[in-house]
């Protein structure tokens, strides 16, 4: 049978997509917003392919539309490829011909070469080429000491344990290479953990804002994120909410925690030394393992973060912090490298876990990563000053085009978080395709439909695409007449 999505969760999904407070006139009929809001949901993996959409009766009951608008807005996804009608049975959803993966999202073509569309739907860098090229050279001349072995390492070869470690004890947190598992990248890495940390119906605590795809691995092992918030307007002593996090421990019982103390994505901030030893304190007091992802720490633009939350952890374990991270972020997201930090029991617990998955990460990769790691402060000084050079271009533009938006500067990482005058994040980023630039709504980050005034902006891109990325969004947003003097609520006494 085919699975039908329910209307009231397609509702709640969809958000504000199209929302007539503020705007001075309609610049889209309601049967069009509506399909490039559908359209969204396809693209960010919100509504699963090959599932049927809600009747035309019940869904325009549920969002009391005519059903006019709904037959239209169907159409409009037969027409562009969205839905597949079969005679006697329900329309599936499917991507058009053409579609290919991109980032975080599917999408089809944009006429024209592919350079005219800015991708700004993820955060990540190109590689630095020729440190990439050498250290797979090295990788290869280095590969035929392990031939004559079975090649299959479940917790890693030992000469990239070795420098990972090395690179802890750097940063101030004593560490042995028995602590370290190497995984086929920080998701995996998260996966990992959540299926030997959390079992189905139990609470994981978040950051809110959140990383999407760590929001996407709670929900796919049946546990339930809870939401805490993070406020840029608090800078780095304030902006976590320490209170809340315990708080939240203690009434949901909840096992495990994943929070992004270390330059957050999306806002970019960074969490401070007596922060990161209050964090310890809630776990070790809560008892709920507290799972710090590093993967954006190398990625420092204004100072290095402070030690790392682990090294506030009490004994020699310190087993109550967990920290993932991942080569991806710093040089090359195609090179699928990750490792997990906590202590030996745990990564013995992992080790076994791990065989249901995979049975290791592969060997020349590991090899290329213990190259780039072992001698990486000429390229990660490059890579931080052109991230440098990134962001003040994006932020001039914005400036310029846009100022009525206000960003989050945080101290690193490779995003700007920008509060919008106006909840339109999802309809912006569905109409945002058809003048060139492709963008991750602001509720990707978040849980139950929030952040419709937000969207993340990476500026990993080279400053002449982030300044055409910009002026794309700006002509976008003006399509959606927003009017800025009602898009805020008045206050009435």
């Known amino acids: 049978m085919t699975r039908v999505l329910g209307a009231r969760s397609l509702a709640r999904d969809l958000g504000n997509w199209q929302d007539d407070s503020g705007r001075r006139s309609a610049a889209r009929p309601a049967y069009r917003a509506l399909a490039d809001g559908i359209r969204l949901l396809v693209h960010d993996g919100r509504i699963p392919l090959g599932v049927a959409l809600p009747s035309e009766r019940e869904l325009a009951s549920m969002l009391e539309l005519s059903r006019t608008t709904i037959t239209s807005s169907y159409s409009v996804l037969r027409d562009e490829g969205y839905l597949i009608s079969r005679q006697g049975s329900r329309s599936t959803v499917a991507l058009p011909l053409g579609a290919r993966q991109n980032g975080l999202m599917f999408r089809a073509h944009q006429p024209g070469s592919d350079s005219s569309v800015v991708d700004l739907s993820y955060a990540a860098m190109a590689a630095p080429a020729e440190a990439v090229e050498q250290a797979y050279a090295y990788a290869l001349q280095s590969l035929p000491q392990f031939l004559p072995t079975h090649g299959m390492e479940p917790v890693g070869i030992g000469a990239l344990r070795d420098v990972i470690a090395a690179r802890y004890r750097a940063r101030g947190l004593e560490t042995s290479p028995e602590q370290i598992m190497v995984t086929s990248g920080a998701q995996h890495a998260l ?3 959540l299926n030997v940390l959390t079992a189905p119906g139990e609470r994981v605590l978040v950051d809110h804002p959140t990383y999407p795809n760590a929001l996407e691995a709670i929900r ?3 546990a339930r994120p809870v939401p805490v918030p993070v406020r840029p307007e608090g800078g780095a002593s304030g902006a976590w909410d320490l209170d809340g996090i315990r708080s939240a421990a203690r009434q949901t019982a909840a096992r495990m925690a994943y929070l992004i103390p270390d330059f957050h994505n999306p806002t970019g901030l960074c969490l401070d030394a007596s922060g990161r030893a209050e964090l310890a304190r809630i776990a070790r007091d809560t008892r709920m393992t507290l799972v710090v992802d590093e993967t954006m720490v190398d990625l420092w633009l204004d100072e290095p973060s402070p030690a790392p939350v682990a090294a506030h952890g009490r004994g020699a374990a310190k087993s109550e912090v967990v920290t993932i991270g991942s080569a991806a972020k710093s040089f090359w997201g ?5 490792w997990i930090r906590a202590d030996p ?33 000429l390229v990660l000084a490059r890579r931080r000053a052109e991230l440098r050079e990134q962001r003040g271009a994006m932020l001039d533009a914005l400036a310029d085009r846009l100022p009525d938006w206000i960003p989050t500067i945080g101290s690193g990482g490779m995003s700007l978080w920008l509060r919008m005058p106006a909840p339109v994040s999802t309809a912006l980023a569905a109409t945002a395709p058809n003048f060139g630039v492709l963008l991750a709504a602001g509720p990707r980050f978040g849980v139950e439909g929030a952040f419709e005034r937000f969207v993340r902006l990476p500026y990993a891109r080279t400053s ?12 976008a947003y003006d ?9 805020e609520p008045s206050l009435v006494v």
């Open 464 to 475: 002449d695409e982030l300044r055409r990325g910009v002026d794309c969004i700006a002509a």
């Open 479 to 487: 399509t959606l007449a927003v009017d800025r003097d009602l898009a």
């Open 334 to 338: 195609g090179l699928r490298v990750g």
């Open 191 to 193: 996966r990992l953990l």
């Open 345 to 377: 029991a745990l990564i013995t617990r992992l080790a076994g876990a791990r065989a249901a998955v995979d049975l290791g990460t592969p060997v020349m990769d590991q090899l290329a990563a213990a190259h780039l790691l072992s001698d990486d402060e």
């Open 220 to 222: 796919r092992v049946g």
